[in-house]
Structures are given as C-alpha cells and as structure tokens.
C-alpha cells in the first residue's frame, strides 16, 4: 500500500478498430473507492446508483462502494479507436467503509505548474490546491508531464509515496528510474527532485500511511474472511448490491474463495 492506496490498474495504451477493449460486467465492490483516470479514450460507467457516466481524458470517477455497490465499465459504441489509462483503489477506513454508497464526476482537475511541466492533480492537496475527489484518508494522486530540465516537488513529510513514468527519462536524486515500475519512497521525505532528459510522463502517488492491516479478495477490501465470504454469497445470490441497468450481457459471478490467508499488514 502506498497511504490508503491498495491496487493500481494500469492498461493500455491500446489501438483497436472492431474489438471492445474494455467489457467488465457488472460486479460488485465492498470497502474500497475506485479512482479512474484515463490518458486517451473513453470508458462508460454504469451502477447500482442509477448513475451512468462517460469519462474522458482530464476528468476524474470516484466511486465509493461503503458496504456495497455494483458496477459495470466497458468501451463505449462511439469511441476514438485509443484507450489508455488506469484504476486504483483506495481502501476506506473503518470509520466509512461500512456507510453509503456514492458517486462522483469531476470534469476538470486542477492543474499547477512545476518548475519544468505540469501536475494534474487528481486526488488530494498540493501546495494550497486541493482536487474536488472526496477521500477519506489523507490521500495524493497526481499525473506529471514533465519537460525537459529538473523539477523539485515538495513532499508532505508524514506522507509515504510512490512514483510510476509512464514514458520519457526520468531519474530520481541522480537514480534512473525504469518505465512502468512503481518505485516506493517511504514516509520522511520532505521533497523529490526529478530530472528528466526529454518530455516525461509519470503518476504520482502518496498518502497517509493506512494504520490497519486489510484483507484484499476479488473486488472486495474487507478485514475478516467472514465479511468476504457474507458479500460473495450476497452477490451470486442476493440482493445487497442492487442492480446495473443498462448493460448487455450476464453479470460477472464471485469465483469459489479458497485457500484463505491473514489479513495483510499495513505499508
Ligand atoms: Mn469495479
């Protein structure tokens, strides 16, 4: 975990003519917001809510799941051919993880300049700027395009963080940094020069350091077995997630829970 951050889906870039990159039938969630951020395309969002929403590049879906909510996410019929972006989860705390469940659409991200590019800052506060995302837990999500030169980001010290370049050359402090590797930066650091040779990209990461230890199965976050075991049979046979209209096509079943672990300890 990076804070209250527990999974990152990072797809694409994809070009496609006639296939449908993205089909994910409606399932459900408990414990946890997902965060979807995309660089090209358009994915059509659909929930339990009633809500049904298109987001493009620049705009930001939160969803938070509470005690439960189902979803469904697949490319749109009109579409520009492209997509690529990325979903991360957040895991709510104990004090929110059990309430209701909501939906939110940004259409615009503030954006700050650095010394050499510009963050888009997503989730969180940076500088005096805060993102309108509500969270829960202390929480930075930002993208970086970077120009050629050397940037200093101030860090918020009791924060740990993570950073991801997507593309470009970036070192890190004098050490190059792989694309598409998350590199983790516990808490302590007040600040992060990056130096990079040419145009960069990268996704930016950091938060609170998330104080108890959970459990991650499937498309739920919970802290016991029994709670993941009450919302898979709840969701193959019950009704405690409501219904997505509006989608074709069978909903995803909860696979069998086998081979059960502890929960994990925190970051
Ligand atoms: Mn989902």
Redesign the pocket.
Known sequence: MIGAWCFLDRYGPLSFTDEKPMD?AP?P?IGLQ?VSWLYEGEVLHRDSLGNENLIRPGELNIMTSGAAIA?S?ETPVENRGRLNGAQLWVALPEARRNGNPEFQHVDDVPELALANGTMRLFVGRHGGTSSPAQVHTPLLGAELALRAGETMLELEPEHEHGILVEEGRVEAEGQPLLVSSLYYLPAGRSSLTLTSERAARALLLGGLPFPEPILMWW?FVARSWDEIEDARVQWNGGDRFGAVHGYRGARLEAPELKRPAGPQPMS
Request: glycine residues 0%; charged residues 15%; without cysteine.
């Open positions: 994910v399932h969630h997902t979803h996410e498309n």
